[in-house]
């Protein structure tokens, strides 16, 4: 099992930027799909970006355009630039990775973002 480890959430105004990354025991590039997940206070966890292996990027509406999820191969790390951040973004960010059909997924411990108005 992959172990991931998220690195930094903090607090920001609204408007400001934050860079959160996503540290792999294994080489991201050999991981199905990894995935940034939120989960705000009272809400259930959302989806809010993805990159396949080889590539491709998706994200959730609310994000479009002011998030990027990328992969930093010297690092072995998956990124998530996070830029005019609203408040409503505050949510413990959590990372994910998918092993195939038939492994369950493996998660990180979450990190902390906060976006005061």
């Known amino acids: 099992q992959v172990q991931l480890v998220e690195s930094g959430g903090g607090l920001v105004q609204a408007g400001g930027s934050l860079r959160l990354s996503c540290a792999a025991s294994r080489n991201i590039f050999t991981i199905d799909t990894m995935a940034w997940y939120r989960q705000a206070p009272g809400k259930q966890r959302e989806l809010v970006a993805t990159i396949t292996s080889g590539g491709t990027t998706t994200y959730t509406d609310p994000v479009k355009g002011r998030f990027t999820i990328s992969r930093d191969r010297p690092k072995n790390t998956v990124v998530l630039q996070m830029n005019s951040l609203k408040p409503e973004d505050t949510a413990v960010y959590y990372c994910?990775?998918?092993?195939?059909?038939?492994?369950?997924?493996?998660w990180g411990q979450g990190t902390q973002v906060t976006v005061s108005s």
């Open positions: 994910n990775a998918v092993m195939g059909t038939f492994r369950p997924p493996a």
